[in-house]
Nanobody, 125 residues
Framework: VQLQASGGGLAQAGDSLRLSCAAS????????MGWFRQAPGKEREFVAA????????YYGDFVKGRFTMSRDNAKNTVNLQMNSLKPEDTGVYYC???????????????????WGQGTLVTVSS
């Protein structure tokens, strides 16, 4: 599975951004998808995940209703709608995929088999 993230950019606090991740290769609908982020000098952090069917979503505690993850299996894409952005949301955002039967936590980056290249989000105060 090849993943290509896009949609990052410069935003001000309170703004919204929509990240997208386009997948190609193997059957997209067989994969659970996740978003992670990494700020300079910090470890990669779980942001959101969605199951292969889109039936369930999971979010990091810091999201607190600000972000919404969705997927379109017909278009092989996942999106992350980010509202009420904060300066602490700054970082490189990565999309990732793991096969739907793979055991392990959606929250753990080690559970994901494929990663996109990342898209930079910068939020100014």
């Amino acid at each position: 599975v090849q993943l290509q993230a896009s949609g990052g950019g410069l935003a001000q606090a309170g703004d919204s951004l929509r990240l997208s991740c386009a997948a190609s290769g193997r059957s997209f609908s067989d994969y659970c998808m996740g978003w992670f982020r990494q700020a300079p000098g910090k470890e990669r952090e779980f942001v959101a995940a969605i199951t292969w069917s889109g039936g369930s979503t999971y979010y990091g505690d810091f999201v607190k209703g600000r972000f919404t993850m969705s997927r379109d299996n017909a278009k092989n894409t996942v999106n992350l709608q980010m509202n009420s952005l904060k300066p602490e949301d700054t970082g490189v955002y990565y999309c990732a995929a793991h096969f739907r039967t793979r055991s392990g936590s959606h929250y753990s980056p080690g559970n994901y088999e494929y990663w996109g290249q990342g898209t930079l989000v910068t939020v100014s105060s």
